[in-house]
């Protein structure tokens, strides 16, 4: 869904933006397979529903199974999966990639973003897990999807969701979380 801004003339006394317009859809997904990680809330899934209501088939993925999710795309006429997955561990994704099948696209959404004192006893072991997630998590979504996609032969397309925070860092944003999104 394509959204669009238009601004305000001066003597509109409404909101500094108009009302976004929804226009048609731009994209047509039907026949895709999509797996998202971090569906259980925020960016993924959001992403999950935008892409079903595209016409592509969902696989939902997060720690904690995303059932309500995948039953909301079964809704809509789309094929969907809900599975518990960490995504630091390797053979765990290796096991859902195999019971996703041949997927056109992944979209990796797993991230975690704790704001804790850097100064407190535990902080290490917080940085330690959010690299583990953030850093890790995507290398191995990305080297046991891409080789799935290269072998069947016909590719696709892996998007890793980043974090503005990883490139200017910010006060809002914790010190171990932009460190990660940096990469």
């Not at 409404?14 to 039907?30: C, G, I, Q, Y």
């Not at 809509?76 to 290796?94: F, I, N, P, Q």
């Not at 096991?95 to 804790?116: E, H, K, M, N, Y």
Request: charged share 25%.
């Amino acid at each position: 869904i394509c959204l669009t801004l238009e601004p305000l003339r001066r003597d509109d006394t409404r909101s500094r933006f108009k009302r976004a317009k929804v226009m048609n859809a731009a994209f047509d997904l039907t026949g895709q397979r999509i797996a998202i990680t971090g569906a259980a809330g925020g960016i993924g899934s959001a992403t999950a529903k935008l892409v079903a209501e595209m016409g592509a088939d969902v696989l939902v993925a997060d720690l904690e199974v995303p059932n309500a999710l995948a039953d909301y795309i079964a809704s809509k006429g789309r094929e969907s999966s809900a599975t518990s997955l960490d995504v630091t561990d390797r053979a765990a994704v290796e096991a859902w990639a195999a019971d996703c099948g041949a997927v056109t696209a992944l979209i990796d959404c797993a991230a975690i973003c704790p704001f804790d004192d850097w100064h407190d006893d535990g902080w290490d072991d917080v940085a330690t897990r959010v690299f583990n997630i953030n850093l890790q998590g995507p290398l191995n979504l990305t080297r046991v999807f891409m080789k799935g996609m290269i072998d069947r032969g016909r590719g696709g397309r892996i998007a890793l969701v980043g974090s503005i925070a990883g490139r200017i860092g910010g006060v809002a944003a914790a010190p171990h979380y932009a460190m990660a999104k940096g990469g």
